[in-house]
């Protein structure tokens, strides 16, 4: 069924302001540790030639002497500082597979958020997964090493809009992509993510939902579903500048490739796919069926990861960078770990509220 409608901002208003700092008080507490020596020596090469083995096939051996000091030096802090580093599928090579402790998509970093037995978390990735990971830990510091790592999807919807739409909709259940600020999750009845938009949507057994922010996830879940969607304006930067036609080319001259696509895509891109999932299920699908060669039309270092796994398989690369994801680098993660930045707060009340949406799909069975 297509989406009944399409909303956007109901009143005007002014674009977010950036994320506040919670300023000095994980510093205080923490304290900062003196900065390592950085050098690439004999010792270092050593003690990171196991990290390097992971990822020789997609970063070139002159990178390596910049990265490794770095990789030894967090590696060394987080077990100082009793601290994990959480890391998104789309952060590069040397992070997703040099210091990261978990990696995965939204839904992963959510459950693996509420298991952490660690003082600190560092979040590899953008400001509303730190958020999401504060939420489901009130008592933990969380981190994140740039705070103006934000997401076009977060920054395209408010509480304020919620309320709005709920007031136009009245009694109509609102789902909530976790790529939204905690105040817009604290307004939700449950959140969900690529991977069980769908499944969160039929959950709810009411003929009609009101799914925010993604205009394309929800044109996605409409397609497979009999619930009737009421999606808002909001897109990804990033999969929202694949075309069907750039992927119909690539199919025309090579028509054996697989072709693996998010469902932030629009629809074109979508149908132009063999396979169309969460990042996590598409590394999944790519692990099962080990195609010669194949295209994810997704954030552009997710095929970098998952070539440093299967060498064996060729990545063809129409990919396209998310600028906030990559704001996160080995130098200000270590900064992060030294100096205790940027401590990342959400405000009780709300955090609380955001926490039952974020639960409810938790644990909602599968
Ligand atoms: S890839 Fe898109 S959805 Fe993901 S963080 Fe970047 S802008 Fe947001």
Redesign the pocket.
């Known amino acids: 069924m297509p989406v009944v409608e399409t909303v956007g901002p109901l009143i005007e208003r002014q674009p977010l302001p950036p994320p506040a700092s919670a300023g000095l008080a994980a510093l205080r507490k923490f304290g900062a540790k003196p900065a390592p020596p950085l050098e690439w020596n004999a010792e270092i090469e050593r003690a990171t030639a196991h990290l390097y083995e992971r990822i020789k096939n997609v970063v070139p051996s002159v990178e390596w002497p910049f990265f490794a000091p770095y990789v030894a030096a967090i590696n060394a802090l987080k077990k100082e500082r009793n601290a994990v580093i959480l890391a998104h599928n789309?952060q590069t090579p040397e992070i997703y597979n040099c210091v990261a402790d978990f990696v995965g998509d939204s839904l992963q970093l959510a459950r693996e958020a509420t298991k952490v037995k660690a003082d600190i978390i560092v979040q590899c990735?953008?400001h509303f997964m730190a958020e999401t990971a504060k939420v489901l830990n009130p008592d933990k510091t969380v981190l994140i090493p740039d705070l103006k790592a934000?997401?076009?999807?977060?920054s395209a919807i408010t509480g304020e809009d919620v309320r709005l739409l709920r007031e136009r909709f009245p009694g109509v259940p609102v789902v909530t992509y976790v790529?939204t600020s905690a105040e817009v999750k604290a307004e939700s009845d449950i959140t969900c993510t690529s991977s069980n938009a769908l499944q969160v949507v039929e959950s709810l057994g009411t003929d009609k939902v009101i799914f925010v922010p993604d205009q394309y996830l929800a044109k996605y879940v409409a397609s497979q579903s009999k619930v009737k969607i009421i999606a808002w304006k909001g897109s990804?930067?990033?999969?929202e500048r694949f075309t069907g036609d750039e992927l119909a080319m690539i199919r025309a001259n090579d028509p054996d490739v697989q072709i693996v696509a998010h469902p932030?895509c629009p629809p074109d891109v979508i149908a132009a796919s063999d396979f169309t999932d969460s990042t996590a299920h598409m590394i999944d699908y790519v692990r099962k069926h080990r195609p010669k060669r194949v295209v994810l039309v997704t954030?552009c270092s997710m095929a970098d990861n998952v070539q440093a796994e299967l060498p064996d398989v060729e990545f063809m690369r129409p990919c396209n960078l998310?600028?906030?994801?990559k704001r996160i680098t080995l130098p200000k993660i270590l900064d992060s770990l030294l100096n205790m930045k940027e401590e990342v707060v959400v405000d009780p009340a709300i955090a609380a509220k955001a926490r039952r949406a974020v639960e409810r799909m938790i644990y909602l069975r599968s």
């Open positions: 789309y990735g953008v934000g997401c076009s999807l977060a790529n990804c930067e990033v999969h932030e954030e998310c600028p906030h994801m």
